[in-house]
């Protein structure tokens, strides 16, 4: 996930009804950057502020390519 793919993602959610539950799984990606998971977090307390339930899962089976909290994502290839 990408900004360039994310604006489409952002579209989607914010149709969802505050009053539902949503959870967003990574578990398949490759990898996440710092704006998608930046927004999605601004998203996540807009949701809960307003009543919702908003969870993202999937990103512990990845790597934070640095420190920072939003770090980019990428995912971890065993072989």
């Given at each position: 996930?990408?900004?360039?793919?994310?604006l489409g993602l952002k579209k989607k959610l914010m149709s969802i009804p505050n009053s539902k539950s949503i959870?967003?799984?990574f578990s398949n990606s490759?990898?996440?950057?710092?704006?998608?998971?930046?927004?999605?977090?601004g998203i996540e307390e807009d949701y809960k502020r307003n009543?919702?339930?908003?969870?993202?899962i999937?990103?512990?089976q990845m790597a934070k390519?640095?420190?920072h909290e939003f770090a980019a994502?990428?995912?971890?290839?065993?072989?």
């Amino acid at each position: 996930a990408v900004f360039s793919n994310y604006l489409g993602l952002k579209k989607k959610l914010m149709s969802i009804p505050n009053s539902k539950s949503i959870i967003l799984d990574f578990s398949n990606s490759v990898l996440v950057d710092h704006t998608v998971l930046e927004n999605l977090h601004g998203i996540e307390e807009d949701y809960k502020r307003n009543g919702g339930s908003f969870h993202v899962i999937g990103l512990e089976q990845m790597a934070k390519l640095s420190e920072h909290e939003f770090a980019a994502r990428k995912r971890l290839i065993t072989r």
